[in-house]
């Protein structure tokens, strides 16, 4: 079992940034691809940023691009995704995701194994 805790959220205007933090406990994570999915209200969950576990290559949804970044600390057992440039468009519940079957990369949220409980980005203008 792998129990995952977002936090990081909050309000911010537009233009401005965050960092969300993914802390993981009850197993290490360091051979997990983990990624960052959101879910913005009447939206399907939809994929917004992985790491693979075995080379560390970084995978992003064009939206984010060149906006976000996702990095993961092993000893810290945690994955972050740092927001900037933030848009209205971004307002979502994030959420962090373990997809144990290390495979080399998905981006379907059906593929991965555990989530956390999801923490709320506001933009407002």
């Known amino acids: 079992q792998v129990q995952l805790v977002e936090s990081g959220g909050g309000l911010v205007q537009a233009g401005g940034s965050l960092r969300l933090s993914c802390a993981a406990s009850?197993?290490?994570?360091?051979?997990?691809?983990m990624g960052w999915f959101r879910q913005a209200p009447g939206k399907e969950r939809e994929f917004v940023a992985l790491?693979?576990?075995?080379?560390?290559?970084?995978y992003y949804a064009d939206s984010v691009k060149g906006r976000f970044t996702i990095s993961r600390d092993n000893a810290k057992n945690a994955v972050y995704l740092q927001m900037n440039s933030l848009r209205l468009e971004d307002t979502a519940v994030y959420y962090c995701a373990a997809d144990t079957s290390r495979r080399v990369a998905s981006t379907a949220p059906h593929d991965y194994d555990y989530w956390g409980q999801g923490t709320q980005v506001t933009v407002s203008s």
């Open positions: 790491i693979r576990w075995s080379d560390g290559r970084l």
């Open positions: 009850g197993r290490t994570i360091d051979r997990f691809n």
